[in-house]
């Protein structure tokens, strides 16, 4: 299994580009996540997707779209990049490893996206 | 809403000392708890987790208990290496499953 592949790992864009960062699993998980990280602030949930076809907004979820239309894919779209926008961007996804609340997330290694 | 405190960092220490990271919490409910932990230019690995009160996790030498009436998941160490050195996460797992809500992390630095 190759887990949580992220693409591409670097990015630059210019203020007012858009772009799509890819997410794909292969662990057939039901549950995916986007999330990003700031010096100081941990990891902020963007957008999760709780199956095919179902999305939902996280903490931070303005200038982001995303959509769910396979289980292995998520893909996260900034409409128009603000330099707010910089900082490294993490997918996961998670299953239940017994109860109601015990999801494990596995990670990707991130993409580290820089807006000028 | 639902929130994780981690003490800050960064916390710098000699090779075999030992090792304590706090982390509280606020949840309405019954979440699951979890540390993560990320290496320099890594996403973040599961180090261990504990899904209901009195639980501990344990692994590669580190423990945590889930302590109900302290509200708290702090994370130990008896003797840390150099490789250990990274920075940690404490997250819980709110009502909803599959979302993770994180601490701000604390780097910790192992000197030889």
């Known amino acids: 299994n190759a887990g949580v592949t992220q693409t591409p790992k670097f990015q630059v864009l210019k203020t007012g580009q858009s772009m799509t960062l890819q997410c794909a699993q292969d662990?057939?998980?039901?549950?995916m996540s986007w999330y990003r990280q700031d010096p100081g602030m941990g990891l902020r949930l963007i957008h999760y997707s709780v199956g095919a076809g179902i999305t939902d907004q996280g903490e931070v979820p303005n200038g982001y779209n995303v959509s769910r239309s396979t289980t292995e894919d998520f893909p996260l779209r900034l409409l128009s990049a603000a330099p707010s926008q910089t900082s490294v961007y993490f997918c996961a996804s998670s299953y239940s490893s017994g109860g109601w609340s015990a999801y494990e997330q596995y990670f990707g290694p991130g993409t580290r996206l820089t807006v000028t | 809403g639902d929130s994780v405190t981690q003490m800050e960092g960064p916390v710098t220490l000699s090779e075999e000392a030992f090792l304590t990271i706090n982390c509280t919490y606020t949840a309405t409910g019954y979440p699951s708890l979890f540390w993560y932990v990320q290496y320099p230019g890594e996403g973040l690995q599961l180090l261990l987790k504990?899904?209901?009160?009195?639980d501990k996790g344990s692994n590669k030498g580190f423990e945590a208990t889930y302590r109900k009436e302290t509200t708290s998941f702090h994370l130990e160490k008896g003797s840390v290496q150099v490789s250990d050195s990274a920075v940690y996460f404490c997250a819980l797992s709110d009502q909803e499953g599959g979302k993770l809500i994180f601490g701000q992390g604390t780097e910790l630095s192992v000197k030889p």
């Open positions: 662990m057939n998980h039901e549950y």
């Open positions: 504990a899904t209901k009160a009195d």
